[in-house]
């Protein structure tokens, strides 16, 4: 750049990622993605909160603190003159620009951090102006979006910097207690101290499209390995992939995207009494007059029904989401390393209800179930239910949960990552979960698998699915001289759904069309959601404690449920 002029430099720039000569206006235009090859150019803060808030709904906060050198560092500089550099270059105060604003009109209070000023480094000051953010966050009952940007802690601060990680984790675990939402935003890049702590302990963290994420620098890791890293280590889809991010957002949709999530999360303290009440009848006179649309005793062979439940033009979850839902949002990942396809969830509205919807994913296809493990849940699906479950406690948003597995993924690497203990997590959180749970068996309902995500408050079943502690083709080669058996053993499973209203395993039977939801996916999805509403409006008035007592008391009375079976069958 030295050849060219300092008039066209300001006129002209250089892409990083292509090398194109990109006119600067037209770059500007284009948020600073180059038309070209789509690489995201780094942006200061300012530029950043421009992007993203409300025109004219900025309102900065504090950012003046007073001066600290607090161990009078120095290199090659003193660490003061590096700070009045990095002052007179920028035109911030410190590394972080902190304000309140609304997005799509949704108050927020965000924090972004600026590469520019000592690579965004993490220092005291830092600590306390993202700390202050938070705190009135708190105050005003109001979601905090962080965006990151920064090589680590502020070197020149010592262990003072590291103690900030601390700090700020506080801040964000109040917010937490409290049921506000936390976002960050990872951009390009986001390294070290900051990593490891509020870019990643955040409810949700994006990450924009290229950005690239981790504790230890590449650098650093090829050193200290000596060898090559991965193509595309650390990158956004390599975070994505390993389950570190709910997802990879582009620059010119990730407003959009903040929009959704914080109309979705409610955008703040969701006040309990504000839940409409739609109720009709209390709840106890629903259970005493029984299931309202329990049908008429299945004529179908429970072998039958087990090959209508698998049926592979049957609804899979996220035709559900489609059909039942509106405004669904996946969210990615369990944060210890894995995305598991098997299970899809995030956050939904149902007749216009905030909610958080979780399932097992099978797919129509070969090619789709392969990929999605034939809806077998990794120990990772587990977990990544486990976070959903718990962000939904949180956040107020009631949890539905859509159940169509043959089980729990069984491979070796599966006992390898804890299977059995990430199953049990799951159960043991369900019954405690301090929202409204529903749970819906769409299809196959296989063991342990099915009921990690089906301790609940109210459990349906679509009228042709199945739920059973093992398939009938296992049942068949324990108990059975062989596989063959398995229409024997199916019948005397008692999976079918009337079988287990009787059981009292399930609350009430979905009918399905005519012959079985795969023939008028349109009806099936009609007459679900009318079963969804009918069971979640009235749990929504029942208060927190009251609902996980009954819910525990629900799971507690099965040793009976053998008797009472066979006094409803003789
Ligand atoms: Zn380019």
């Known amino acids: 750049m030295t050849a060219t002029a300092p008039r066209e430099e300001q006129l002209w720039s250089r892409c990083a990622g292509c090398a194109s000569l990109l006119y600067r206006k037209r770059l500007r235009r284009n948020l600073d993605v180059c038309p070209e090859c789509g690489a995201h150019a780094r942006l200061g803060a300012p530029e950043r909160l421009r992007q993203l808030v409300d025109p004219g709904s900025l309102r900065p906060l504090p950012d003046r603190l007073p001066e600290a050198d607090p161990i009078d560092f120095v290199d090659v500089l003193p660490y003061p003159h590096r700070l009045t550099a990095a002052r007179a270059s920028t035109g911030l105060s410190e590394a972080v620009v902190c304000g309140t604003a609304t997005i799509g009109g949704h108050p927020a209070v965000l924090a972004v951090m600026d590469f520019r000023f000592l690579g965004g480094s993490l220092g005291c000051a830092v600590g306390e102006l993202i700390t202050q953010a938070a705190e009135r966050a708190l105050d005003d009952g109001v979601p905090l979006i962080l965006v990151t940007a920064s090589g680590g802690a502020r070197m020149q601060e010592g262990a003072l910097s590291l103690m900030q990680m601390a700090t700020v984790s506080q801040a964000i675990a109040a917010l937490r207690e409290a049921g506000l939402l936390t976002v960050s935003v990872l951009t390009d890049p986001t390294y070290g101290g900051v990593a490891a702590s509020f870019a990643t302990n955040t409810d949700l963290v994006l990450a924009e499209s290229g950005a690239r994420m981790g504790f230890a620098g590449p650098r650093v890791i090829r050193q200290i390995t000596g060898r090559a890293l991965p193509e595309g280590f650390q990158t956004a889809d390599f975070l994505l992939r390993h389950g570190q991010v709910d ?71 996220l035709d559900y989401l489609d059909s039942v839902f509106d405004g669904f949002v996946e969210l990615h990942g369990d944060r210890l390393g894995a995305d598991c396809p098997a299970v899809v969830g995030g956050v939904a509205r149902l007749d216009g209800r905030h909610v958080m919807v979780i399932g097992h994913q099978k797919g129509h296809t070969t090619a789709e ?26 956040l107020g948003l009631p949890v539905i949960t859509l159940v169509d597995t043959p089980g729990a993924d069984p491979g070796v690497g599966a006992e390898e990552q804890g299977q059995a203990a990430a199953i049990a997590e799951n159960i043991l959180t369900l019954t405690v979960l301090p929202t409204p749970v529903l749970a819906v068996i769409t299809g196959e309902g296989g063991s342990g698998g099915a009921l990690a995500l089906a301790v609940a408050d109210r459990v349906l079943m679509l009228e042709h699915a199945v739920y059973s502690v093992i398939s009938p083709e296992g049942c068949a080669a324990i108990l059975w001289p062989d596989r063959s058996a398995a229409p024997q053993a199916a019948r005397a499973l008692r999976l079918t759904a009337p079988d287990l209203c009787r059981l009292g395993v399930i609350d009430e039977v979905v009918p399905e069309p005519t012959t079985a939801a795969h023939d008028d996916p349109a009806e099936t999805a009609r007459r679900l959601r009318a079963a969804l509403l009918a069971n979640l409006l009235p749990l929504l008035d029942v208060p927190t404690a009251t609902l996980v007592r009954r819910r525990r008391q629900r799971f507690r009375r099965f040793g009976a449920a053998r008797a009472t079976f066979r006094a409803g069958v003789r």
Do not use: C, I, Y
Not at 281 to 287: F, G, I, Y
Not at 371 to 384: D, E, I, L, Q, T
């Open 369 to 394: 179930l392969v990929a999605r493990n034939f809806g077998m849940a990794s120990p990772a699906g587990h977990r990544k239910a486990l976070r959903l479950m718990r962000l939904a406690a949180r």
């Open 247 to 317: 997802m990879v957002v582009q620059r010119r949709s990730l407003r959009g995207r903040l929009m959704a999530l914080l109309a979705a999360t409610g955008s703040g303290r969701p006040p309990r009494s504000a839940v409409p009440r739609q109720e009709s009848a209390p709840r106890r006179e629903r259970l005493a007059d029984g299931p309202a649309t329990e049908p008429a005793p299945a004529d179908r062979d429970a072998w039958d029904t087990v090959r209508v439940a698998r049926h592979p033009g049957r609804p899979t979850t």
